[in-house]
């Protein structure tokens, strides 16, 4: 169950085609689906994303807390998702990228979104970066 906060973003997202306003008004941003980790319920969660050809990249900063977001554990216990990108919905495939490929997307979101340099120096956890695979209809 998202919390109040979130779940005043996913219904503006969806009452305005993916739009909304405040601190992520023009941010790129999508809803993702998980199925729990441990629940097995569904979880929704709006998070900003980095396009990369055909994959969405997501970032599991967790605005720099000390520890990973619930929707990172639960796609690495089931990488199977759903996302909303403005009024479209598919099925995805989270992959955790690594690496060179790890750092120069982070680098990318931060050129997008500076605020995610800020995310990095106030943990000590390596942020996760995970690229999200739409599945072939």
């Keep these: 169950m998202p ?3 979130n779940q005043q973003i996913i219904d503006e997202f969806r009452a305005n085609e993916g739009r909304v306003g405040g601190m992520f008004e023009g941010a790129p941003l999508l809803l ?12 929704t969660t709006p998070v900003m994303y980095l396009a990369d050809g055909e994959r969405y990249v997501i970032i599991a900063s967790n605005a ?24 479209d919905t598919f099925q995805v495939k989270a992959v955790i990228i690594e ?7 982070y680098a990318r979101m931060v050129e997008q979104a500076p605020g995610f340099a800020d995310y ?11 690229a999200l695979l739409p ?3």
């Design 135 to 137: 599945e072939a209809a």
């Design 64 to 87: 720099g807390a000390d520890n990973h977001p619930a929707w990172y554990h639960n796609l690495r216990a089931n990488p199977a998702a759903t996302i909303e990108v403005g009024t």
């Design 32 to 43: 993702v689906t998980t199925t729990g980790a441990k629940s097995g319920r569904p979880a």
């Design 99 to 105: 690496g060179e490929e790890r750092d120069r997307l």
């Design 3 to 5: 919390n109040d906060f």
């Design 120 to 130: 990095e120096k106030k943990t000590s956890r390596r942020i996760p970066v995970v």
